[in-house]
Nanobody, 114 residues
Framework: QVQLVESGGGLVQAGGSLRLSCAAS????????MGWYRQAPGKQRDLVVS???????NYADSVKGRFTISRDNAKNSVYLQMDSLKPEDTGVYYC????????WGQGTQVTVSS
């Protein structure tokens, strides 16, 4: 089992920044891709960004140039720097990690006011 704990969400005005963190614990050996999904109210959960163990990234078009993911394999953690935030970035952000199956964090709320 892999446990994921997220932190760093909150309320910010449009144009502001937030940094999310996600730390993995438990059966961490063999964790592959990690990243973030988000779920806006009334919508499905969509991929925001993923990062492999080698650092290859895949960003959703809507966040390219504004969000930056990083990964610290030694700390089994991923981070999401979110800049130039927009109201449409509002939602619950879920960290995930893949190790034979997909594990999810509990989610952290990000609210961007206009």
């Amino acid at each position: 089992q892999v446990q994921l704990v997220e932190s760093g969400g909150g309320l910010v005005q449009a144009g502001g920044s937030l940094r999310l963190s996600c730390a993995a614990s438990g059966s961490i050996f063999g964790i592959g891709s990690m990243g973030w999904y988000r779920q806006a109210p009334g919508k499905q959960r969509d991929l925001v960004v993923s990062i492999t163990t080698r650092g290859n990234t895949n960003y959703a078009d809507s966040v390219k140039g504004r969000f930056t993911i990083s990964r610290d394999n030694a700390k089994n953690s991923v981070y999401l720097q979110m800049d130039s935030l927009k109201p449409e970035d509002t939602g619950v952000y879920y960290c995930y990690a893949m190790r034979y199956q997909t594990y999810w964090g509990q989610g952290t709320q990000v609210t961007v006011s206009s």
